[in-house]
């Protein structure tokens, strides 16, 4: 754990009864470093917080503290640069040990007395932790709070721990009552369940918990629905290996995309997005959500009985932006996975025009498809190499040569933007002698459009292309 936070609590707290507990204590025995902290306290949790704050201030080190509960008796106190953070509560029951048996799991039970001394482990964590075993503290702990049910997976996949058995069955008996958890603190847990290096297997677990149906029914739905002769696999299997490539591409872009654009596909994967995601984490969310709407526009072709799923990708938008507004995820994060949903087919429309592409194209797809022009055309990348069916093969190399190069002209409109026109509107009106409407908004997007394919250059070719467009005659002014 952190030595300078661990030093400011010890300051802080000197002469009081405090147990450092939870997250802290299992991740310094696992060698972890963690800023981290837990606190339980043995008298006011309030008055402790503020303690830490103060010390903290002292030691150059200003922190916000603030009540996350006062019913509770939970309190945070928040280094303001982020380096590190306390969570103060107060010692519930009689005992440290009648606290302890409130928690979760029991890698989860062990406390550490704040002044140092050996760990206290009543429900024998310590030896759980060795065997890679995750076990719940008592048979109470799903049905305290539900959510533990989604915790499972999540520490399970973050930890590398293996469940053991009756802790799996009270995990799925308790599965349903995650309809009445706060969306909020389900999209806590499932943020931290995709974003991590083992998310398709913590996704199986939920679905073996039957967690998955109530966290995220979009994803679950895709269990069994069979595909055209095109894919290896049914619509949840397929998403899941998105997924998979989705991770290999934050890995390593160069194996996908190239060496070329390599640098610059990992720099915008790494980028904050919202929520405390990067693009890289929300292009997980998208491989997710990309077919959630396949169940439902499945159809079966009468001529030569090809299975199809028309308008999914439009219907998928609006699904996702659905399952994204329940988790009460932030509007921005909604909208950037909508996005993704809504044209994850694009490029893989254009395969079958004539190659290379002209810039016409080009820019109707990048139009189109901004702000996420360089985000889907990854997601589309993924997207083939997960569909190995028929003539997979050659399918794939064709849709690997366009992406290449559409992904530079991708990077190259996100750094610069789109073209500006070398008219602006009021100077388009009167050139046309008309005034300023829709019309107007549409000639511009034309002009854009021409000079991004190079066939506009001056303004007088620009404004002898809107006259064409409009059969304008030259206006009075005109030399």
């Not at 754990?1 to 010890?10: D, E, F, N, P, V």
């Not at 854009?448 to 206006?475: M, W």
Request: charged fraction near 25%.
């Amino acid at each position: 754990m952190s030595a300078g936070a661990l030093q400011i609590a010890r300051a802080a707290l000197a002469g009081r009864e405090a147990w450092l507990v939870g997250g802290a204590v299992r991740d310094n025995l696992l060698g972890r470093t963690s800023a981290d902290l837990d606190l339980i306290v043995d008298g006011d949790p309030g008055e402790a917080a503020r303690l830490l704050a103060r010390h903290a201030r002292e030691s150059g080190s200003p922190a916000a503290c603030f009540a996350l509960s006062e019913a509770f008796g939970a309190f945070r106190v928040m280094a303001r640069d982020g380096s590190f953070q306390f969570d103060v509560e107060a010692l519930r029951g009689d005992s440290l040990q009648a606290d302890l048996a409130l928690r979760d799991f029991t890698v989860n039970a062990i406390a550490q007395p704040l002044d140092e001394g050996e760990p206290i482990d009543p429900f024998d964590g310590l030896s759980d932790l060795q065997a890679g075993r995750l076990r719940m503290v008592g048979e109470h702990a799903f049905a305290d709070d539900p959510l533990r049910v989604l915790r499972l997976a999540r520490v399970a996949v973050e930890l590398e721990l293996e469940p053991e058995p009756a802790t799996v069955l009270a995990a799925c008996k308790s599965a349903p009552d995650l309809d009445r958890v706060a969306a909020e603190r389900i999209f806590l847990e499932l943020r931290r369940i995709v974003a991590s290096s083992r998310a398709p297997h913590g996704l199986e677990l939920m679905g073996k918990l039957g967690a998955l149906l109530h966290a995220l029914p979009e994803v679950d739905a895709l269990r069994g629905v069979i595909q055209s002769r095109y894919h290896h696999r049914d619509v949840y299997g397929h998403t899941v290996e998105v997924l998979e490539g989705v991770m290999a591409l934050q890995a390593d872009p160069a194996e996908a995309v190239g060496s070329e654009h390599a640098a610059a596909v990992a720099a915008l994967l790494d980028e904050p997005l919202a929520d405390e995601l990067t693009r890289g984490d929300a292009l997980r969310w998208g491989a997710l959500l990309h077919d959630a709407a396949k169940p439902a526009t499945r159809a079966v072709r009468a001529g030569d009985g090809r299975v199809t799923f028309i308008g999914h990708d439009v219907l998928g938008a609006e699904l996702a932006l659905e399952a994204m507004a329940r988790l009460k995820a932030s509007v921005r994060l909604r909208e950037h996975v909508a996005a993704l949903v809504r044209n994850h087919l694009r490029l893989g429309f254009l395969v079958h025009e004539h190659q290379p592409l002209d810039r016409a194209t080009a820019f109707d797809y990048l139009r189109a498809c901004e702000p996420v022009e360089v985000d889907v055309t990854l997601l589309s990348v993924c997207d083939r190499l997960a569909t190995r069916g028929d003539r997979a093969e050659e399918s794939i190399q064709a849709h690997l040569r366009l992406a290449r190069a559409m992904l530079a002209d991708a990077l190259r409109w996100r750094e610069q933007g789109q073209p500006v026109p070398l008219l602006r509107g009021d100077e388009l009106a009167r050139e046309l002698d008309v005034d300023p409407g829709p019309c107007i908004g549409q000639l511009l997007e034309e002009l854009r459009k021409a000079q991004y394919a190079g066939d506009v250059l001056t303004r007088e070719q620009a404004v002898e292309l809107v006259r064409s467009r409009t059969g304008r005659a030259p206006t009075r002014s005109d030399p």
